[in-house]
């Protein structure tokens, strides 16, 4: 979170109570003031904005919001016109006039709820899930000021309201069990507070509520909704109990939003059909009541809103329109010109200079002066500020996707960023200057065969219409007759890519055509349509570094390549072919550089089945493309997920695999022999996306990868050697990042979120990260630091006795010569020693691991190497034994792996453990046989059949 200056703003007036003297609690507010003022002075100086990087990635750019929780406010006063919106699991201060951004992060989940009190001071954001947090920000400085997590506010807040002098904060949060809601009352302003000071359950609600409003007169005093209840609160600094009752509402539609009018007696709630709803009483002695429903809108209406001085009631509506009444609820005006669709949410500012203090007559024509400046967001992923006076002035602050983002690509030599959508609409960034330069809808409808006897029977199913269900069934022969109906289907870009040069983006959709696009205009640059590969959706797109192919796989789990024809001006891309190379699909391709190839590259693709595949460029036969033999296998277990070139500290050129068992793998370019095998990063998923960052001179000639996972993205510091003080991972978007790109010059990072359609632009900083890293435990303290115990644990301790225990046995165990202790022992005695310690390698492991020790110092030698030091067996041991260890579940779904039904005969497990992956001998089976069951009658002592569970007790003894 970053800061530079603190302005002077008015902190929150405390509340007078009824039936005291004003002096003498104007003078008690005064040293209330004084006091909070030197509370939270510490806080805002430990958080002053900073010039240099913090972290090794800093979140300096949101370029969307959450559309899907519109809480969009306006933070504009006398001073300054800033206002601040949700994105992602942050929130984000922005301010049009000095085109600058300051990111809160305080959230592990999406923001779900935000808040602004009067006078724009203060901030307060919400989100729900587990580790829930509600955080109070100080806006001028961008300081979280006060926090409450899931102790108090459960599984986290729907909902929440500042009362009129801002010292109190209302929220409405769920119970642990995600269901039940509370309604509790936040003394945010004691700093040592650490949960509500008045809270009430809510019971006989139907459904969770979605708008809170405290009076602005009567701060103890609420009015609240939900899709079918108004509630109306009431407390008091003397009781932790809030009072309560519920007024249903029985007309057509779901209310949506609630508030006071300045008459302490009158609430208004708008509803989806339309309507206007007027709750009253007659003293505030009473219980509301329902008054009345008016009509104000044919469409829903999403927002009903106050003007700061409670002299107008503003209705956003679903058709883009915002309406104005006044007290009596009698209409004003409206606007009909904001254009961006369905209102979301509206916020007024604080004040307005050209606005007389005093209340003046106004009618339909003159009310628009009388109304602050305001900002509107919309569904369709709008923010609009509109400039009040003789007439509404509005400004597109920021457009955002209104759907998930589907793709993401970057410039190979500018800073544009191209993110796309589910709704199909693109959008092409200057992304330094946070510049929009061209949007487009690019989405495609198709139409979609459905047999209109099924709809009939599951409409008329659906809707429990039993007797007019027989007779749909008599007209079952007349409609096999008709032509079949057919539903609107809308296709969206599933992946893209720029071409070298960076003139042509390719768009991959979701129904198996691509399309050419030119980069600024996003028109198509041939006047042919798009070519088509078939039923599926295309996930991945890659560039052939010469432009002369592009290449992708499907859904459908093959490889498809296209081929330029630069003599055929309007039809220049013809479609080569595909194939099915992968069992369970690629889950990268790439080009490789083959310069004794005539095409100067070679495509490549990795898979989920642990193969590598190399493609042959030069032919095809019946739109099949052809597969280079042999095919290399990479893994046995896990599968690669992505690759990269990756150069050691000796310049020695590797491919970097990353694996789904958290490993970085090092494959030789030439032979793709497995050189080396490293920890990766164990933050959360495995590593999905992997992609290099080029050098840049603010580096430092410090070298780094960037990955992401589920929701997580993170640098490697180079070079890699397993050491976890080297990763560093932050949480980007906590829905899924659905694209991860890194900018030509390697000083941004994007990444963007598959559900709320929010994209990030990270500042790269290696420095910082170096730093870290150069305080931190180095070399073999980091690998000893990762073992249970550290360097003098039980478990270290262990291994120095097997380490000298195993050249005691190569030396014979029986032998009376005299003894020759040594710092190392034969690469032979790995795998003895890695059982010893409660790793087992596999055959293939053993390999592997032999190669590596072997061709470790070979590059600066050229030597082999024989034999270990107990450093190298540490170090072995931290990067090969699986990641997160193996646990019954593990051990359990392997078995039913080999046993559909559960179970096996002994005769079936030893068949099984002879035949299918790290095949037993015979004789190994029957000595390892021998050894866990303490017998040599193995017949006798197995059991007749055999469970997972059974497996784990009895034969191989594992305490499940």
Known sequence: TTTTTTTNATLPSMSVEMGTDPDEDEHKNCDKEKAFLSN????????????????????????????GSPHVHSLEDSSRSDLVFASGHTAVIHSSTRTTQHVLK?????????????????????????????????????TPIQSYFSDAIGYGTACAAFTSDAMFLVAATFEKD???????????????????????????????????????????????????????????????????YIVEFTKKGHLTQSVFLEDMNVAVSGTTSGLLVLWTRKSIDD???????????????????????????????????????????????????????????????????????????????????????????????????????????????????????????VHPFEHVLMSCSKSGVVQVWRSEEAQLIATRDISKKSEQVVDPIHAAMTMQTTKARLPQLHESMKKTSKMKEEAPKKTIEEHYPSSACFSPDGNTIVFGFSD?????????????VTDTAALDVGDCSILELAFAPTGEFVAGYTSDNTVCLFKIDPSDFETPWEYVGRNLSHIGGAT?????????????????SIGRDGMLVHYDLNSSFDSQLQVLSPRIRLEHIAHPVGCVMYKTANDEEFYLMANSEYKFRLYNKETWLCRQTLLGPTYGDPIQILRSVPSHPDHLNNTVLAFANTD???????????????YTAFVAHPDKISGLCVSHDGRYLYTAGHEHGTVHMWQINPTVLAARESTSPQGMDAMYDMVDGGREGELVKDLKEYFYFSQIKRQGLMSMAPRKASDTVSVEDIPDLLRAIGYFPTNQEIVEIRDEIKFEDYAT??????????????????????????????LEEDFNNAAPEGVLSSADLCFVLQEYGDAFTEDELASCLASLLGTTDIDSALPEMINSDVFAEEIVGFEV
């Open 287 to 409: 219980m509301f009541q329902f008054e009345k429903a008016v009509v104000v809108s044919d469409v829903a209406i999403n927002v009903v809103s106050m003007t700061p001085d409670s002299r107008f009631l503003i209705c956003g509506c679903s058709d883009g329109t915002i309406r104005c009444f006044d007290e009596d609820c009698k209409a004003m005006g409206w606007s009909e010109n904001i254009g961006f669709g369905s209102i979301s949410s509206i916020s007024f500012a604080a004040t307005r200079d050209h606005l007389d203090a005093t209340k003046h007559e106004v009618n339909p024509d003159t009310f628009s002066e009388a109304i602050p400046n305001f900002v509107v967001s919309t569904i369709q992923g709008a923010i609009i500020s509109v400039t009040t006076g003789m007439e509404f002035y509005s400004e597109v602050q920021l457009r955002a996707h209104c759907e998930g983002v589907s793709c993401l690509a």
């Open 178 to 244: 995600s269901i039940t809601q509370r309604v509790q009352v936040f003394n945010w302003t004691d700093i040592n507070s650490t949960t509500a000071s008045q809270s009430v359950v809510l019971s006989g609600i139907s459904s969770p509520i979605t708008s809170i409003y405290p009076h602005k007169e009567n701060p103890f005093f609420v009015v609240a909704n939900t899709d079918q209840e108004t509630i109306f609160l009431e407390w008091s600094l003397d009781a932790q109990d809030i009072k309560y």
């Open 40 to 67: 939270i002075t510490p806080i805002v100086e430990a958080h002053k904005r900073y010039t240099v990087p913090k972290n090794g990635l800093d979140l300096i750019w949101a370029f969307g919001f959450n559309v």
């Open 861 to 890: 030698t050229n030597e082999f190497k024989e034999s270990v030091s107990l450093d190298d067996i540490v170090r072995i041991f931290v990067n090969h034994r699986p990641a997160l260890g193996i646990s019954p579940s593990d």
């Open 588 to 604: 990268q391709i790439f080009f490789e550089d083959d310069e004794a190839s005539a095409h100067r590259c070679r495509l490549c």
């Open 106 to 142: 305080g959230h592990r989940n999406t923001v779900a709820c935000s808040c602004v009190s009067d006078d724009k001071r203060w901030i307060a954001t919400g989100d729900h899930g587990e580790d829930a947090t509600l955080v109070v920000w100080d806006a001028n400085s961008a």
């Open 712 to 726: 997580k993205v993170g640098l490697c510091l180079c070079p890699l050697d397993g050491s976890a003080y080297k």
């Open 512 to 524: 198996g055509t691509i399309e050419f696009r030119d980069t600024l205009s996003l028109e198509l």
